[in-house]
């Protein structure tokens, strides 16, 4: 079955490093990945998406890597700040399907 | 535009009572998604809808749910009888159905089973 796995539920880092999150997936061919962010008490918010023929993505501060053979993005947030602290989560998804899995999530934690 | 909105925002009930979760989507959206997060299970999708129509409501854990869209602008989620065991926070989102479309979240509604 497909499965979606981010490397740990938590991150903590010192501020002004840069944050590195993995998302993982198996039994999985998506077309493309979209990583989200998720305040406490809050729905999630869309951040980056990144295709299948793109290797890298950068907005801003944050940047995606997306690598088919390993079946892995990693999501990295440079000069992090407290600001970053939240839950991000990434979503593989194939090409013409809505529906939309999402990994479990990684807990970032930003440290002044 | 006002975004994804659900309603309640929290909801607290009796198991067995029936228990009806609210949602609007963005205007010109047309696909619609209902998800539940909980500590355990992370993010799980329960159903979704294009064009008003349910596409795949493969995540409904079992018959006690339901879910409707009676017309572009309005869903509901229901759970009848409730169990303590469906607690949980309920997400609503929509998109523009495009392939790639980004997904837009409500709020959440957080519902307690006691």
């Known amino acids: 079955s497909q499965k979606i796995e981010q490397n740990s539920e938590a991150l903590n880092i010192q501020e002004g490093k840069t944050a590195t999150l993995t998302c993982n997936y198996t039994n999985y061919s998506p077309a493309y990945l979209q990583w989200y962010r998720q305040d406490p008490g809050r729905g999630p918010v869309f951040l980056l998406l990144?295709?299948?023929?793109?290797k890298e993505k950068r907005k801003e501060r944050l940047k995606v890597t997306f690598d088919t053979t390993l079946k892995q993005s990693l999501f990295h947030i440079t000069a992090s700040q407290p600001a970053d602290s939240a839950t991000y989560l990434c979503a593989p998804a194939q090409t013409g399907a809505n529906n939309l899995f999402f990994g479990t999530g990684t807990r970032l934690t930003v440290i002044p | 535009d006002a975004g994804v909105i659900q309603s309640p925002r929290h909801e607290v009930t009796e198991m067995g009572q029936e228990v009806t979760l609210r949602c609007k989507p963005i205007s010109g959206h047309n696909s619609l998604f209902w998800y539940r997060q909980t500590m355990m299970r992370g993010l799980e999708l329960l159903i979704y809808?294009?064009?008003?129509?349910?596409?795949?409501d493969s995540g409904m854990p079992e018959d006690r749910f339901s879910a409707k869209m009676p017309n572009a602008s309005f869903s509901t989620l229901k759970i009848q009888p409730s169990e303590p065991r469906d607690s949980a926070v309920y997400f609503c989102?929509?998109?523009?159905?495009?392939?790639?479309?980004?997904?837009?979240f409500g709020e959440g509604s957080r519902l307690t089973v006691l």
């Open positions: 990144i295709r299948e023929n793109e």
């Open positions: 989102a929509s998109s523009s159905g495009l392939s790639t479309g980004e997904l837009f």
């Open positions: 809808f294009n064009n008003n129509v349910p596409i795949d």
